[in-house]
């Protein structure tokens, strides 16, 4: 059998002879690589520079074969010209430049543990005002009605009152590269700005005096305190509380919370009984803070040595634009590589029945 007038015999010879030849070259190319290798271990590296024979080096090329006759026992020493330290000076042996760091995470400033929103009821609002009818009057006329004869007529009244939408914001310039290069960064600016525009909400829900684009908080609508029956000569704080919590009651809206300043809780919470007991419970007992069934709750956005004791959830809070941060460029920052970041909500607040807050004072604070 024969192909192109060849037998398979001297095809065969031939493809031998080929592969003979690939091993060949391939044996000589590992030798070479080999050799490469090999002067770039003894030069230091393979960038064309040569750093020198390493300490160990210096240390057998120096005594040569007399290692070879040393024994257990025997020592050897080498000369070394300069100590290596951490300074970072020119002087040789520095090499406190090489030393990096440990990096931990930032520590940032303590934060007030905020809660008056929690008390309030929130709804979503999807325009710049919210309407809604109050009723503001009640004719009650219904009386006993003999047969045959005309029955009273009722009547209530309603006003339709509107809640403006009020803006909190602030911003903080910050570098891309910055922000780019430490991302850890970018959550803490993040951060700070909703946490200040909690702060400003909280204070505003509580002391807004609703001129300008502030909104109108609670203690300026809430009922100054009063007590409605004859307090006892030896009132404390919590008598005070009971006293307003009554006198919230009487509105017929059941008062669910309580708020505080710390130092105002802290002073009850020390109270004791003629027998040195304290009175609001064991301090080794961990307990709920609560007056009369009443959840308190403890702000410092609240002025010390005043309270503010009613029915929350009858109060509503509208979020328009919930916290959000946003990041763009204002002026020049696009050249300046600067970035603008921005931390905004829009929110309103509607005192529905204001007349279930009652706001006082204990009178330990001229």
């Known amino acids: 059998m024969s192909y192109n007038g060849q037998s398979v015999e001297e095809i065969a010879a031939e493809i031998k002879s080929h592969i003979d030849d690939h091993r060949v070259r391939a044996a000589e190319n590992a030798a070479r690589i080999d050799e ?5 271990a003894r030069r230091g590296g393979g960038d064309g520079t040569h750093v020198g024979a390493s300490l160990g080096q210096q240390f057998v090329d120096a005594k040569g074969a007399g290692l070879a006759s040393m024994t257990r026992g025997d020592r050897a020493s080498l000369e070394v010209k300069a100590s290596l330290t951490s300074l970072t000076t020119d ?6 430049d090489l030393i990096v760091p ?3 995470t930032a520590t940032t400033l303590p934060r007030r543990r905020l809660t008056i929103r929690n008390l309030l009821t929130v709804v979503n609002a999807t325009s710049g005002s919210v309407e809604y009818p109050k009723q503001t009057g009640r004719t009650n006329s219904a009386a006993p009605v003999a047969e045959g004869a005309t029955k009273p007529e009722s009547d209530i009244k309603f006003d339709l009152e509107t809640v403006p939408m009020r803006v909190i914001a602030h911003w903080m310039k910050a570098s891309r590269q910055v922000l780019e290069d430490v991302p850890q960064l970018r959550s803490i600016i993040d951060d700070e700005l909703l946490y200040g525009l909690s702060l400003v909400e909280e204070a505003q829900l509580l002391f807004g005096d609703g001129t300008g684009q502030n909104l109108e908080g609670m203690a300026a609508l809430a009922t100054a305190y009063a007590s409605p029956i004859s307090p006892d000569p030896t009132e404390n704080e919590i008598d005070t509380i009971a006293l307003a919590i009554l006198q919230a009651s009487l509105t017929d809206i059941p008062p669910d919370g309580v708020v505080l300043h710390p130092s105002d809780w802290w002073r009850m919470r020390l109270l004791k009984d003629g027998e040195g007991k304290y009175i609001l419970g ?5 307990a709920e803070p609560r007056l009369f069934g009443l959840p308190v709750v403890t702000t410092q956005a609240m002025t010390v040595d005043k309270f503010l004791v009613g029915a929350f959830k009858a109060q509503t809070l509208y979020d328009r634009w919930s916290a959000r941060v946003e990041v763009g ?3 020049d ?34």
């Open 36 to 40: 490469i290798e090999q002067k770039l």
């Open 91 to 96: 002087a040789a042996g520095s090499v406190g």
């Open 102 to 104: 440990q990096a931990d």
């Open 282 to 286: 064991d301090p080794g007992v961990v």
């Open 329 to 331: 460029f204002v002026n």
């Open 333 to 366: 920052d696009f050249t300046k590589n600067l970035v603008t970041v921005l931390g905004e909500e829009r929110i309103g607040f509607a005192a529905k029945r204001p007349e279930a807050l009652i706001y006082g004072d204990f009178g330990n604070v001229a």
